[in-house]
């Protein structure tokens, strides 16, 4: 199975001009990787940013329910580090 995360560094954060934006995507990207392998281990996983509003993932390699499924789980698991990993890096 191959998952693939698209985020936001802009949109991730926000409006708070005191965080680097590059570094702290690449430590959000860092602790999405690690949460995500612990649920998949067995997955392939590529993360990276993009423009837009949104986080997006898109599974291949599995069934449609399974990807489904997995996608949903991969959603519910960026916002979890969002919200509750330390991500953030000070300019």
């Known amino acids: 199975m191959r998952i693939a995360i698209r985020f936001s560094a802009r949109a991730l954060c926000g409006g708070n001009h005191g965080i680097d934006v590059a570094r702290s995507a690449d430590r959000y990207a860092s ?6 392998q612990r649920d998949f281990p067995e997955a392939e996983i590529e993360i990276a940013a993009q423009e837009g509003p949104s986080v997006e993932a898109i599974v291949t390699g599995a069934g449609d329910v399974e990807a489904r499924g997995t996608e949903r789980a991969v959603l519910d698991l960026a916002w979890v580090v969002k919200q509750c990993a330390p991500w953030s890096v000070p300019a």
């Open 31 to 36: 602790l999405l990787r690690e949460a995500v």
